[in-house]
């Protein structure tokens, strides 16, 4: 798969980030990146064709909720941003075929709303027997 990550599929992946995202670890800014693009691009390249590509640590940030807590929220480093869309882009294009039509998680042109109007859609013109409800609220937080 990493012969599918050229400079142009890392470059493509550049152009996607946020322009005001904030900084991870490393403190590199979009802005910052983008001076020497080209230069960033090729040296990026290098080690993920060889597979020595090794992400950074994550900096972590809590954002608050509109119940007074806090939501812990991981910001990767710009690079890992990159690399990270460019084999989402990939990975995309060889698996996205094979998804049956109902996912609508993290889905290119597919939101929660259109869930939500599917699933009503269903609901409303079909005998349902069951209805599977979970609340996933806090599944994935971290135990400080």
Known sequence: MLHHIDEDALDRAFRWQKRQ???????????RYEEGLTDNIRDLCAPVHTGRYRPQPVRRVYIPKADGGKRPLGVPAL???????????????????????????FR???????????????IMSQRVNWVLDADIRSFLDVAS
């Open 21 to 31: 995202a904030s900084a991870g670890v490393d403190g590199v800014t979009v802005a």
């Open 79 to 105: 690079e890992d941003k990159i690399v990270q869309s460019a084999v989402a882009e990939v990975l995309s294009a060889v698996y996205e075929v094979d998804f049956l039509g109902f996912p609508y998680g």
């Open 108 to 122: 290119p042109g597919r939101n929660p709303h259109m869930a939500l109007d599917a699933l009503h859609t269903v």
